[in-house]
């Protein structure tokens, strides 16, 4: 059985350098029976990546989207590479200076206060308003529980007022 290979064409991206655009073109072979490792040694001994400094390499395919370097690659042509970003370990946007403005101590602490001030007066506001509504959700309350009581009163006096007169009251017509 023939091992079957492919040739996948690379441009790479020295982000690590600083350049912004690919720099040169590789043809790169991969065979069938090569793993993931092996492939991304090659990709980097063909691409002359080779030494000891750190790096991450980022395989992109031509709409720039991330392709895990393994045999599924799909060959392509030279008019459309893959894209090979190579970048330090970590390096990822440069920061910005900060865009939100952060308030000093002081300004954040009278903030805060005058928030606390304003929800204390609120509630001290409605707090005769709270001892009202309670007092007349218990009375409402006492009013059904003593409303209940009378039907169960009501109830307890017409069951002490029945006799029992038998099974029937009238004779049964059979």
Known sequence: MAVEMK???????RTDL??????????????ENQSGQQIKHSILKSCNLCHNDP????????RGSLMPITWNIPANNLS???????????Q???????SVKIKNFNEATKEKISDIIKRIE???????????????????EMKEVEQML?????????????????????????
């Open 7 to 13: 040739k996948i064409w690379i441009a790479v991206k």
């Open 18 to 31: 600083g350049e912004d655009d690919t720099s040169s073109l590789h043809c790169i072979d991969i065979l």
């Open 55 to 62: 790096i991450v390499v980022k395989l992109r395919n031509h």
């Open 80 to 90: 459309k590479p893959y894209i090979l970003e190579v970048v330090q370990v970590h």
């Open 92 to 98: 990822n946007v440069k920061a910005r200076p900060r």
């Open 122 to 140: 609120k509630l001290e506001g409605a707090a005769p308003e709270l001892k009202d509504k309670r007092n007349d959700r218990i009375n409402k």
């Open 150 to 174: 009378e039907f169960l009163a009501k109830r307890m006096q017409d069951a002490e007022t029945v006799k029992w007169k038998g099974m029937f009251k009238k004779n049964p017509l059979w």
